[in-house]
């Protein structure tokens, strides 16, 4: 793996890379926007965003379908991040980064669901692992310690998501690595806000 990614890249062949980061941000983004809830309730003859919270993501997926679909679902939802990023990054680092971001702006933002999706932290995670695996633990630590002790997995996902960019930072990321955490924790922040605020406001 290569740690860390964004120096240098446009010094040799810089024109295919150019070429590179499109496919990534166009085939991360198409990937990302698949919905695996919506596809599985669909078969089932419901309508996810008329059912539970609305959302096309897993937690809704296994509210709603139950257990085993939620988990399936989990699991569609990271590998959609993960695959694109791994893939484009055998090509160029900054590819890999940059089709990990896209799937996840595809997963909250579907064109598939009129613009609409889920909150993007699987997907979030997925894009980490296909991306940059070594910085997972400490992310999904985080995340699995609030989630129990709190049980409240919103809060569990924006803090996780706050703390990826703060890891690379202490690991010695820079450049496309530190954006590129910054941006999936700004999405998933954005996504959970309106979340937290409710629940903040109700005590």
């Known amino acids: 793996m290569s ?4 120096n240098g890249w446009m010094g040799n062949g810089w024109a295919g890379n150019v070429l590179v980061l499109v496919g990534a941000g166009v085939g991360g983004y198409l990937v990302g926007a698949v919905s695996p809830a919506t596809i599985i309730a669909r078969r089932r003859g419901l309508d996810l965003a008329a059912l539970g919270s609305g959302n096309p993501g897993a ?25 694109p990023a791994a893939l484009f990054g055998l090509v160029l680092a900054e590819a890999g980064l940059l089709a990990g971001l896209a799937a ?10 009129h613009g609409r999706g ?35 997995v ?19 990321a820079r450049g496309w690595t530190l ?25």
């Not at 399936?72 to 695959?83: F, P, Q, S, T």
């Not at 692992?129 to 633990?137: D, F, R, S, V």
């Not at 919103?154 to 010695?172: D, E, R, W």
């Open 3 to 6: 740690i860390w990614a964004g």
């Open 118 to 152: 889920g909150r993007g932290v699987a997907t979030s995670a997925g894009a980490v692992l296909g991306a940059q695996p070594l910085l997972l633990p400490v992310v999904l630590g985080v995340w699995v310690v609030v989630a129990v002790v709190l049980r409240w």
């Open 104 to 113: 996840v702006l595809g997963h909250v933002t579907s064109p598939y669901l």
């Open 59 to 83: 937690t809704n997926a296994g509210r709603v379908l139950g257990r085993r679909a939620g988990l399936l679902v989990a699991v569609l939802d990271v590998a959609k991040g993960a695959v």
């Open 179 to 203: 954006g590129w955490a910054l941006a999936i924790a700004v999405v998933v922040v954005v996504r959970h806000w309106p979340n937290l605020r409710d629940r903040l406001r109700a005590g």
């Open 154 to 172: 919103a809060l569990a996902s924006v803090l996780a998501a706050v703390m990826l960019p703060v890891v690379a930072a202490v690991a010695g």
